[in-house]
């Protein structure tokens, strides 16, 4: 009977594959010894010699864990949607914004910062007619929201059509529509929350370098209450204009799109709307000197409302103010109707 | 409601202006596995988006899990996972992030959401993967991620359409396997809506047929499939004559060829079929008991008993009918 120890088996166990094994590698050892014998020749050949293959691992065991957590209420649902979009733009781990999207939102954040650091460096050099282009006032005030050359041009719009693009587009390409609707979240929470979210990261943008310019004002120029309590009511106005400006622009965008399957689309066609038609309008109004064909404009109908409510010299001087007020009305009127339509005929169970 | 059936519904109807997508829908899914059966067309995605709350019923009743699909969908959306047939996943985000986001939607905290889409993720086969981009899975590898999110926080019921759609044959295994085990071992019930039958028949006990928005059958996948066992035979030599004699001592038989099958009902079957083949001189080269697959009778019903039958009980009341099942016309079967 031939019993190997356990000491004598791991020693075989641990001899290299050789030639008794079918499936030994031919090397150039084995081809030495197969014509040399450069071995012994004591190798005990009735023992059957293994390599020891097998890894040692970890064995998978599939094993249903139960969770007896409670599920919190509507406000929490929500808040994950916000969080979800806003937490996107500065780390992974949620909305995947792209790092294109995100450099540009930081190129325009510290372009909007212009007027901030030039009010900070009329303050330190102390030249008052350096501050009178560059310090608060109606115009300027006016123009970090609603001046057309470069905010409107190449930042506003330009931001909306990059963040609007695939919000809710890109739902409908990937389907993850059908995550948010299979669980507690209603069409309104749905279409609410991504719409402040794009809304939050514009007035990230446009209303906190306001408060910077506001603030930088205060500062370098050492202002007191007086000036505040002089001052406030239009900044005051400044910020409803900026909130105007981006409800319109989100609601046109989100509307564009919750048409599209891409982000493209949505993106270009916001781009063509306000830059477009403010074009067109421009164009008619120095050939034939009619105004008229701003109220198609959304920038147009923005800065006009702002003129007014901020109080700086109105360059829309035809037609009353209110005309632009109804004509702002009526698009995100339109807008959110294509928006809760096509949110509405969104599908679960295909898309 | 009775405490045994997950799912109910009483004369469930919804329509679409004049087209009716489900008819007077009498539903009842006792808990554990239940298999969605129906081609295209026939209300299965319709009848989905009722129980969850996500349509209006037109008329009837339902309840899920107790609660009233016209007035609780909330509630029921918060305690079902729904796993969509259709790419639902951010091809962007890596699988970790995409699981813990849809418990967060159910109202999860975020650390336990993502301490819990950890242990899904495990569960369901992509502990190793878990940080990787969507984008780059395989079908499998996001058929299994949609299946986390459904589980994250461990509903009880699971609504799977098309579990096991575009898989190969291992992920389709692993994937089965996993909803069985979820079934037996984590004690959760399924509703899975498929065409794979053979997928059907591995992880559920009971079955519901529908064909255009009519209840078709349902019951046991057992004993659906009781009801016409059969004896199969390859005959050499006198088929006919072996027809015509197992058809005068009052054998069922339906034949394709030298393929014969002779419905089982009795005791002496067997002897009957030999003795036949003794007397006629046919050679029986081959015999053995056919048990109908799921997909087998799900054609059959489809094709001649439709949606009149309601249950595996009434196809069992019926055995004239069911014996027709795919017969040819010139054989006495066809049209029940």
């Given at each position: ?188 929470d749905y279409v609410s929350m991504k719409f402040l979210s794009v809304a939050l990261i514009q007035a990230l943008i446009i209303h906190v370098t306001l408060g910077l310019y506001y603030l930088a004002e205060i500062i370098t ?131 | ?336």
């Open positions: 009977m031939n019993e190997s120890t356990p000491a004598e088996s791991n020693r075989n166990d641990a001899l290299p594959l050789e030639r008794e094994s079918p499936e030994a590698p031919v090397t150039g050892k084995v081809r030495l010894e197969a014509a040399w014998g450069s071995t012994e020749g004591d190798e005990d050949l009735t023992v059957n010699q293994k390599p020891k293959t097998e890894n040692e691992g970890h064995v998978f065991e599939q094993q249903y864990k139960p969770w007896n957590g409670q599920l919190n209420p509507r406000w929490m649902r929500n808040w994950s949607i916000l969080r979800h979009h806003l937490l996107g733009i500065f780390k992974k781990g949620h909305r995947p914004w792209g790092v294109p999207i995100r450099l540009y939102l930081l190129v325009v954040f510290v372009a909007s910062l212009t007027d901030v650091g030039m009010t900070l460096i009329s303050g330190l050099i102390g030249d008052s007619g350096f501050h009178s282009v560059w310090g608060v006032s109606r115009d300027n005030l006016y123009a970090h929201v609603l001046g057309f050359l470069p905010r409107n041009m190449l930042y506003y719009p330009v931001v909306a059509a990059l963040l609007v693009g695939g919000v809710i587009s890109e739902d409908r390409q990937h389907g993850t529509s059908a995550m948010y609707f299979s669980r507690p979240i209603s069409r309104f120029m050492g202002r007191g209450w007086a000036w505040i309590i002089d001052t406030f009511p239009m900044f005051l106005a400044t910020v409803v204009s900026g909130f105007l400006l981006i409800f319109t622009y989100t609601s046109i965008g989100l509307s564009l799109s919750s048409v599209s399957k891409g982000k493209f689309f949505p993106g270009i066609a916001l781009l063509s709307i306000i830059l477009g038609t403010k074009v067109l309008a421009f164009i008619v109004s120095n050939l034939f000197d009619r105004e008229i064909l701003y109220l198609i404009s959304p920038y147009d109908c923005l800065a006009h409302v702002g003129q007014a409510i901020i109080g700086t010299q109105p360059t829309y001087d035809q037609y009353s103010w209110t005309w632009s007020l109804a004509s702002l009305a009526a698009m995100n009127a339109l807008a959110l109707f294509v928006l809760s339509t096509r949110v509405s005929s969104m599908e679960v169970t295909r898309e | 409601m009775d405490d045994d059936l997950i799912i109910k519904t009483s004369n469930l109807t919804k329509s679409y202006g004049p087209h009716v997508a489900l008819r007077n829908l009498n539903i009842s899914v006792p808990k554990g596995a239940t298999g969605l059966l129906g081609p295209n067309g026939a209300g299965k995605s319709t009848f989905l988006k009722t129980i969850l709350g996500l349509i209006q019923a037109t008329e009837g009743e339902g309840y899920v899990m107790g609660l009233d699909i016209r007035t609780q969908g909330d509630a029921i959306r918060s305690r079902i996972g729904y796993m969509p047939e259709y790419d639902s996943l951010n091809p962007d985000m890596e699988a970790i992030h995409q699981v813990r986001y849809s418990g967060e939607l159910l109202g999860m905290n975020p650390t336990i959401a993502l301490a819990r889409a950890h242990e899904t993720l495990q569960y369901v086969g992509l502990g190793e993967q878990r940080y990787r981009n969507i984008g780059s899975y395989s079908t499998g590898m996001k058929q299994a991620t949609k299946l986390a999110c459904a589980l994250i926080h461990d509903p009880e019921l699971i609504i799977a359409d098309e579990p096991s759609n575009g898989l190969d044959i291992t992920a389709r295994d692993y994937m089965i396997q996993t909803l069985t085990n979820t079934v037996k071992n984590g004690n959760r019930s399924v509703l899975m809506a498929s065409h794979l039958m053979d997928d059907v028949e591995r992880v559920c006990d009971n079955f519901i047929l529908l064909h255009k928005g009519k209840l078709a059958a349902q019951g046991r996948i057992e004993d659906l499939k009781g009801f016409d066992r059969e004896i199969e035979i390859h005959v050499w030599g006198g088929a006919s004559r072996l027809v015509e004699a197992m058809t005068k001592v009052g054998l069922k038989v339906r034949r394709e060829g030298r393929v014969m099958r002779i419905l089982h009902e009795q005791e002496d079957t067997t002897s009957l079929i030999l003795a036949c083949a003794a007397e006629v001189g046919a050679q029986v080269r081959r015999m053995h008991e056919y048990e109908a697959s799921l997909e087998d009778l799900f054609l059959s019903i489809m094709e001649n008993l439709g949606y009149e039958v309601k249950s595996s009980e009434d196809l069992l009341a019926s055995p004239i009918q069911a014996r027709k099942v795919d017969a040819p016309e010139s054989m006495g079967g066809g049209s029940a």
